[in-house]
C-alpha cells in the first residue's frame, strides 16, 4: 500500500482562527480536490495534531509538521488495512504496524522509507 502524498495542498476554504492572515491554532480547510485537514495549525501550515482525508478516503491522523505527516501517526485506507507506527516525511519509517483489511496479512517492525525492512509475521 503506497502511502498517499501531500502534493500542492491548495485551501478552498476555511473555519477557524487567525492571526495577521495566517491560520493559526484550530481549524478546518477544505481543500481544492476535495481532500480535508481538521486540527492544529501554526503560521499559516498544518501543525500538530490532525486529521487528513483525502478525497478518495483515506485517512491520516497523527502529527504533522510544517504540513509533512511526521513522528507518529495512523494511515487508514478504503479496505480496512491500517498502518500505525513512525513517520518521516509522510512515508512509513521506523517501528510500525500494518494489517491488511482484505488478506490475513500483517507485519510488526520496522519500515525503511515506506518499505517493510525486517522479517514478516
Avoid at 15 to 43: D, Q, R, W
Avoid at 78 to 91: A, L
Amino acid at each position: 500500500y503506497e502511502v498517499p502524498v501531500l502534493t500542492q495542498v491548495i485551501v478552498k476554504s476555511y473555519e477557524g482562527e487567525k492571526v495577521h492572515g495566517l491560520y493559526e491554532g484550530e481549524g478546518f480547510a477544505y481543500f481544492e480536490g476535495g481532500n480535508t485537514y481538521k486540527g492544529m495549525f501554526s503560521g499559516g501550515l498544518m501543525h500538530g495534531q490532525g486529521t487528513y482525508t483525502w478525497a478518495d478516503g483515506v485517512k491520516y491522523e497523527g502529527t504533522f509538521v510544517r504540513n509533512v505527516q511526521m513522528f507518529s501517526g495512523r494511515y487508514t485506507w478504503n479496505d480496512g488495512s491500517i498502518y500505525e507506527g513512525s513517520i518521516k516525511n509522510g512515508v512509513r519509517h521506523g517501528f510500525g504496524f500494518f494489517r491488511s483489511g482484505t488478506c490475513p496479512v500483517s507485519y510488526v517492525g520496522y519500515w525503511c522509507k515506506g518499505k517493510r525492512h525486517g522479517k514478516v509475521s
